[in-house]
């Protein structure tokens, strides 16, 4: 009886054992990527309740097996008559010692059993969905720190270079060769750069907030990942077969494919003899029986051995024992088509199962190939960002000089300022969106490496 799917028990095992150090620099110890990895494996609550789930399901799973394991029974009784206020009491004192034991079974599969493996495959790919769910999302909030932690230090850079200026215009003012206006726009750039990096360390706060919460860690404890993120080298051919061999609705449906085939097979099943057997043997004292029966569609062979410990009980001789014995077999001739029917819906319902795990594959196909080119398009779209911050900055830094030299025209240095703060704007929304981009491609794949 195989009760655990073993594609899916190998790939959990890949996952949960044996996780691939990431392209990260050098990190502190407890803080790099593959070590959230594994504490969000270990300590994420999700993750453990869907543990326990499997465990629940496994200890059904003994309860279903102990049909087939021996039962041994010790029954005692008392039994006292008497009749009327002075009539004699007879007593009667009595034990026996049962044994009963399922020897095996045949026909098709228990009842029992196939709900188990329906409980079973359930679980666990519950598991290893929520298993993808939880990872993709720490890869996703860890990147996403780094990346704040880079946009800060950017941020911070801007602003330092504002303060220099503003402390010119300060200057130029007091000597009477700049405006007020010019030292106010001058301080406002300061401000909007101090208003962005509160922005980005509150996001930042929330971020690592969530990520603690993922491994399990208490919330409010220390934390700094540190790294880089390292590029994506799964070509898109690649990071198809990935996700097909890691889907989990792929992986679920083909288990439900295995499931069907084995019921159609057993369908010839029907058209075997109903047979019920019952014999025994018993002398006053020993007893011993064998048993044929049919619960639901499945037959069943138990015997059962009895020792009366009754010291009052004496053995009779062989000629006083019985012995019985009933045999019953209903052969199924013609039943109105009732068999011909069943096995052709359980043919239509298995041709079913495999059209809808055909569209599964082209699903996460199209899915996958839709994701990696929204990821490529997102980081194409954060290097062109990137140069535009760079030149946007560098026209603010011309007409910033051509305004201490009273060369600058108003109208363009604020044009170029807001252009400059839009391009920065949009470059770490960018960034962002790759980041968000990659880890849903993750996702459909699978993929932690």
């Known amino acids: 009886m195989n009760l655990r799917p073993s594609n899916l028990t190998t790939g959990l095992l890949a996952i949960c054992l044996a996780i691939p150090v990431l392209g990260l620099a050098p990190t502190e110890a407890g803080t790099s990527l593959p070590s959230m990895i594994e504490a969000a494996l270990q300590g994420n609550r999700d993750l453990q309740e869907a543990r326990e789930r499997i465990d629940e399901v496994h200890a059904d799973q003994v309860v279903v097996l102990s049909r087939l394991m021996p039962h041994v029974s010790l029954t005692a009784g008392y039994d006292a008559l008497q009749t009327g206020a002075r009539g004699r009491l007879n007593e009667e004192v009595s034990s026996q010692l049962l044994y009963q034991q399922r020897l095996f079974e045949y026909g098709p599969h228990a009842a029992q ?67 007020e206006e010019d030292m106010l726009q001058a301080e406002l750039n300061v401000l909007n750069e ?7 360390q509150r996001r930042q706060f929330n971020d690592k907030m969530e990520l603690l919460r993922l491994i399990g860690r208490p919330i409010g404890a220390g934390i700094q990942p540190a790294g880089e993120l390292a590029p994506f080298s799964v070509d898109q051919d690649e990071a198809v ?63 059962a051995a009895g020792l009366s410990l009754d010291e009052a009980s004496t053995d009779l001789p062989d000629e006083g024992a019985t012995w019985r014995a009933q045999l019953q077999a209903r052969i199924p001739l013609f039943e109105g088509g009732i068999r011909i029917g069943q096995e052709a819906l359980e043919r239509a319902r298995l041709r079913q199962i495999e059209i809808r795990l055909r569209d599964l594959h082209a699903g996460v196909e199209l899915r996958v190939r ?52 839009s391009a920065q704007d949009r ?17 459909l794949m699978g993929y932690v490496e």
């Open 113 to 179: 059993e196939v709900r188990l493996r329906s409980d079973l495959r359930n679980a666990m790919f519950e598991y290893e969905e929520q298993v993808y769910t939880v990872l993709s999302r720490v890869w996703e909030v860890y990147h996403l720190i780094l990346l704040e932690d880079q946009q800060i230090a950017l941020r911070q850079a801007s602003r330092d270079s504002f303060e220099v200026f503003l402390q010119k215009q300060t200057a130029r003012f007091d000597e009477r060769l700049a405006s």
């Open 194 to 200: 101090e208003l962005q990096i509160n922005s980005l």
């Open 241 to 303: 077969r990935i996700a097909l061999a890691r889907d989990v609705q792929i992986g679920l449906n083909s288990q439900l494919l295995t499931e069907q085939q084995r019921v159609v097979r057993e369908q010839r099943w029907e058209y075997a003899p109903d047979i019920s057997l019952n014999t025994g043997v018993d002398d006053g004292r020993r007893s011993a029986s064998v048993t044929i029966d049919r619960q639901n569609s499945t037959w069943g062979v138990d015997m």
């Open 370 to 421: 839709q994701a990696y080119q929204s990821m490529l398009e997102a980081e194409e779209e954060a290097r062109l960002q990137e140069r535009f911050v760079q030149i946007a900055r560098r026209r603010l830094e011309i007409n910033q000089f051509l305004q201490e030299k009273g060369q600058a025209d108003e109208a363009k240095l604020e044009t170029v300022r807001s252009a400059f703060f």
């Open 427 to 443: 470059l770490f929304n960018n960034q962002s969106t790759y980041i968000s981009r990659q880890a849903q491609l993750r996702r």
